[in-house]
């Protein structure tokens, strides 16, 4: 069985910084691209940004700037530093990777979803 656990979000001053983190177990073969998305009240679930196993990133123009994705293969993990939030980054944040288990294909998997609150 492969798990998705990220920590836990908080309540931050606008301008402030945050740091999420997304640990991936179970019976891992490989994982290949690792994302961060966020679902605020009302909204579609949107991508916030992408790292692939190499490095590779992409970013919402909406976070470019601000966000750092980061990832440690190691330790199959990713990261997201949030840096100058603001309001509108208010939302429930999930992680999600792509991954190829022993016994099973190339799937994607979510984490259970994390709330980051951004006061003004």
């Known amino acids: 069985q492969v798990q998705l656990v990220e920590s836990e979000g908080g309540l931050v001053q606008a301008g402030g910084s945050l740091r999420l983190s997304c640990a991936a177990s179970?019976?891992?073969?490989?994982?290949?691209?690792m994302g961060w998305y966020r679902q605020a009240p009302g909204k579609q679930r949107e991508l916030v940004a992408t790292?692939?196993?190499?490095?590779?990133?992409n970013y919402a123009d909406s976070v470019k700037g601000r966000f750092t994705i980061s990832r440690d293969n190691a330790k199959n993990t990713v990261y997201l530093q949030m840096n100058n939030l603001k309001p509108e980054d208010t939302a429930v944040y999930y992680c999600?990777?792509?991954?190829?288990?022993?016994?099973?294909?190339?799937?994607?998997?979510w984490g259970q979803g994390t709330q980051v609150t951004v006061s003004s």
């Open positions: 999600n990777a792509d991954i190829i288990g022993f016994l099973t294909r190339r799937s994607p998997y």
């Open positions: 179970g019976r891992i073969f490989r994982i290949d691209t």
């Open positions: 790292i692939t196993s190499g490095g590779g990133t």
